[in-house]
């Protein structure tokens, strides 16, 4: 089963960070970080339903403008997630701005933002119609860290130390698919349609085994119905295949608690983009900076077994000259 998903770094090693994953069956993407946004066409914007922002240091924030102006037309709105303050920094920015004459638009551009907590999110919304007064909305609480959790995956986030400040670490993962065997049905005489949907659902849902499940359908002869166990009739017709799991992690120091939360967060992701800032030559200036060095970056992913480690945010101190960075990162990853 190829994965629902693609994702691509916006703007290479060098530029501002932002990792777009675009759904491709949903014609939906998410983003994480945004950092400067322009190098995405608008198209690409206006598909954005959840941004989730690592932390506020402007290179991971300052698109914010841009998503804004570009979207504010539309009446679908966007979720936002990010760190502690949240909501007041989205609040300052967008009271930057006057807004007397949104209350004539035709649409209700919506931000919903969430602030992360230790167990909960915080939440408040934003409406055009309302000159994007802050409007409350309950908390929602976390359970195994999990920010969104939608039919097809869930997003997760994890706070990491940067300069004494939390960096959310993000993952997005892809439930596992149900595939059917189209083959198998036939043998069982059983026609395909909306029961196998049903069928799904109640084994997401995690029901027992011995739950029964009813098969009704029409022949020319009239009606018939044939009945299982859903453990029989899921062995026999379905196949569970894992589903895929894309990491993004920036803007964390490469102390040992660190290392060791990562290395448990990144574990066997498929693709985990990690930031490798500076040269291992440099380790002082990196530490002083809170960020890891491409050695430091290439080893966690190493240990935590990543099948595609991609590196970026690169200083640009050594612009624009990658190379370097580049073989540091993958000497330490491939060892
Ligand atoms: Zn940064
Ligand atoms: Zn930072």
Redesign the pocket.
């Known amino acids: 089963m190829r994965p629902i998903y693609q994702a691509e770094l916006v703007n290479g090693v060098f530029g501002d960070?932002a990792v777009y994953i675009d759904l491709k069956f949903e014609s939906r993407a998410l983003l994480f970080d945004i950092g400067d946004v322009a190098r995405l066409p608008t198209r690409k914007l206006l598909r954005l339903t959840d941004v989730f922002v690592s932390h506020t240091?402007m290179?991971?924030f300052v698109g914010f403008d841009h998503l804004l102006r570009v979207c504010l037309g539309r009446d679908t709105g966007v979720r936002m997630y990010g760190p502690q303050h949240f909501i007041d920094q989205v609040e300052h920015k967008l009271h930057a701005y006057t807004w007397n004459l949104v209350e004539n638009y035709a649409s209700d551009f919506t931000i919903v933002v969430h602030e992360l907590d230790a167990e909960r999110m915080h939440c408040a919304q934003f409406r055009s119609r309302n000159r994007f007064d802050r409007e409350p909305l309950p908390a929602i609480r976390l359970s195994d860290d999990v920010l969104l959790n939608d039919e097809q995956f869930q997003v997760r986030a994890r706070p990491f130390d940067h300069h004494g400040l939390p960096s959310y670490a993000f993952a997005f993962e892809e439930h596992t698919h149900l595939n059917v065997w189209k083959n198998r049905l036939d043998e069982l005489g059983l026609p395909s349609g909306p029961w196998l949907t049903e069928l799904k659902r109640r084994v997401r849902a995690g029901e027992p085994d011995e739950a029964s499940v009813e098969v009704t359908w029409r022949t020319r002869e009239g009606s018939r119905s044939e009945r299982f166990s859903l453990g029989e009739i899921k062995r026999r017709v379905l196949e569970a295949v894992p589903g895929q799991r894309v990491c993004y992690v920036?803007?964390v120091a490469g102390h040992e608690d660190n290392r060791r939360g990562l290395i448990s967060f990144l574990h066997e992701a498929d693709v985990a983009f990690i930031e490798a800032v500076f040269l291992e030559e440099d380790r002082e200036h990196a530490e002083r900076k809170a960020h890891l060095t491409a050695t430091q970056a290439g080893s966690i992913a190493h240990e935590a077994c990543v099948k595609t480690a991609v590196p970026f945010?690169f200083s640009t101190r050594y612009f624009p000259e990658e190379r370097a960075l580049r073989e540091e990162f993958e000497r330490s990853y491939r060892r």
Do not use: L, V
């Open positions: 960070p240091h290179d991971h920036t803007d945010h």
